[in-house]
């Protein structure tokens, strides 16, 4: 029992930890990732939130231009449905500049601007000034994105949250790269 107890601590507590600090400034140019900032009525007392998430689900949170950083992880079914709905040609489509003649920012109400990098190019995506805009379902994942970074709930490990045979499907569907 304490061999089980001393593995499952390894692999659910110090091995994610240890690898996150490993990897936390090198990142590959062809890697996937997403810079958010907010902008709008938030800018005049310099409370605007930003963040950035890597591909692996490791995040920086600013909730606040004076704030400290927060980091941490997604879980790994958000980041899934974040970044599968990356494509060239939908980032392509997404970051269209369009004229848009009432954006929330512009009645000091909030808008966002997201930087995604994706396979080495970079593609700006805003709600008040792309066709970004109007994607309600990519608004509504990075809403859920901006909603767990303001609140990350407690989650518990994958062995206890699914049991031992979801442990093992994660573990096999989620190799460390």
Known sequence: MGIFTGVFLYLTVFAPEYSNDISEDVVSPTSTSIEGVIYGG????????SFKLKESGSYQFLSAGDAEIEKGSIPYELRDTLFEG??????????????????????D???????VTFKGESYV?????????RNTDMQDTVTDVWNFMKNPTTTYPVIIDKGITGFFLYIFNHPKN
């Open 42 to 49: 938030c800018q005049r007392n310099n409370s605007c939130p």
């Open 86 to 107: 990356f494509s060239s040609s939908t980032l392509t489509a997404e970051s269209k500049i369009i004229t848009n003649n009432h954006c929330k920012s512009f009645v």
């Open 109 to 115: 109400g909030q808008d966002a601007t997201y930087t």
């Open 125 to 133: 995506l805003d709600t008040c000034t792309s066709e970004f805009s």
